[in-house]
């Protein structure tokens, strides 16, 4: 068991960049897929970014591709999301989750653990 709490978000200003970070407790993190995901208001839950628990496989989302990069530290029970040249439309809460299996990454349904989400605010 995992749970994800995630820190790093804040305002910035378009162009610019963020590292988030997610510390989850447990002792079985190194065997957890990650990703970060991020939900703008009216708008549903999207897939940003995933990690398998080896940290060899990632993916992202294509609109993510070449700007942000998921990266993890399983000695310190954390995942990282570098998130560079941001954009306005990057303004969401951005949430951290967890999942056994490493299957169907971009499926919020695929994710046992989810932390509490930090706020990104991009200004124009």
């Known amino acids: 068991q995992v749970q994800p709490v995630e820190s790093g978000g804040g305002l910035v200003q378009a162009g610019g960049s963020l590292r988030l970070s997610c510390a989850a407790s447990?002792?079985?993190?190194?065997?957890?897929?990650m990703a970060w995901f991020r939900q703008a208001p009216g708008k549903e839950r999207e897939f940003v970014a995933g990690m398998h628990w080896s940290g060899t496989i990632t993916y992202y989302a294509d609109s993510m591709k070449g700007r942000f990069t998921i990266s993890r530290d399983n000695a310190k029970n954390t995942v990282y999301l570098q998130m560079n040249s941001l954009k306005p439309e990057d303004t969401a809460v951005y949430y951290c989750?967890?999942?056994?299996?490493?299957?169907?990454?971009?499926?919020?349904?695929?994710?046992?653990?989810w932390g509490q989400g930090t706020q990104v605010t991009v200004s124009s």
């Open positions: 989750a967890a999942q056994k299996y490493g299957d169907s990454y971009g499926d919020t349904s695929s994710y046992e653990y």
């Open positions: 447990g002792r079985t993190f190194s065997t957890y897929a």
